[in-house]
Each structure stands twice: as structure tokens, then as C-alpha cells.
């Protein structure tokens, strides 16, 4: 099922999720809808809160980013649970993100070009391993959602945070128009 994803504002996103166990309420097909949701959105990664829970957990699929010989060499389609960082690594590189909770907004941001990842798959058994490059970054950008950052709170431009401050107040106020269905903050 195709959720809708929180917008930019909504207090949801400011805020540090909380970790899960393997009994939380129908968490395999929460993880399916999520697929479903970030594919609908062509998205490469989608943290829990976007879809209003604020919980540990998102999954990232960057194989579609690659050709075929590629993906399967780099790529990942990977389901995090209660993911801890262990290690950021490498030279820092800036790269242009974007967001589905934050649409047609694109920024440069600064991020490690290496990490160590230590989390639960989606059968909640403990995995870890280092991700760069690509990887990395989406990896950081998911892990940045549990901990209630967004890119645009990153953002290595101090003249791009003022250009968009009016198309974020915007989003804010659901002042857009979207190919998926999105929650705004209330009104008020």
C-alpha cells in the first residue's frame, strides 16, 4: 500500500525516533508499504518518520542507480532497524540531495565519504558492515531522519538556505502541487 509522506514542517521529522523490537505491530507489512511508498515517490531511501512513525527504521535501495554490472558490484536494497553508526570515515564530500519530504528542493551537503553501520535486518537479526560512496550518503541521509535532521538543516551554502526559505515555507503550508500524496503540518 502507498502511504503518504510527511512533509517538511510537520513536527514529525524534528523529532529523534525511538528504537522497535521484533513485536511491533505488523512491522513486515509497515516494511512493504514503505517499499511500495518510496517506489511510487522514486525515491532511493525512505526513514519511518516520512510516513508519520517515529521509529527506528528505514530502507534504501540505490541498485536502481547503477547499470546492471554496477549494481551489482556497489548497489544495496537493505532494510535498517535500530541502525548505530560505528564510524564515519574518508575525505568529506559535497554532494546535491533531496528529500521526498521536501520536494523540488535540492542542496549541497557535506558528508563523509565512508560509514560503519551497525543494525538489525528486517528478521531482526544484528548485521554491520561499511558503506561508501553513494551508499554512504543515503545511509547518512536516512540515519540523519531518526535523529530529526533534514538535509536543508546541512546545507553547505548559507546563501541556498535563504533562496529557499520561501519554497520550504511553502511545502510547509502545502502550497505545492505532487505526483504522491503528502501530510502537512496543521494549519493553524
Known sequence: MILPIYAYGHPILKKRAQPITPDYPQLQELIADMWDTMYHAHGVGLAAPQIGKSIRLFIVDTLQSY??????????????????????????????????????VHGEVERPARIRLRWLDEQFQPREAEFEGLEARVIQHEYDHLEGVLFVDKLVNPIKRKLIKRRLEHIRKGRIQLAYRMVFAERR
Do not use: M, T
Open 67 to 104: 547499470d546492471d554490472e554496477e549494481a551489482q558490484q556497489r548497489g544495496i536494497r537493505q532494510v535498517f532497524i535500530n541502525p548505530e553508526k560505528v564510524e564515519e570515515a574518508g575525505d568529506p564530500w559535497i554532494y546535491e540531495e533531496g528529500c521526498l519530504s521536501i520536494p523540488d
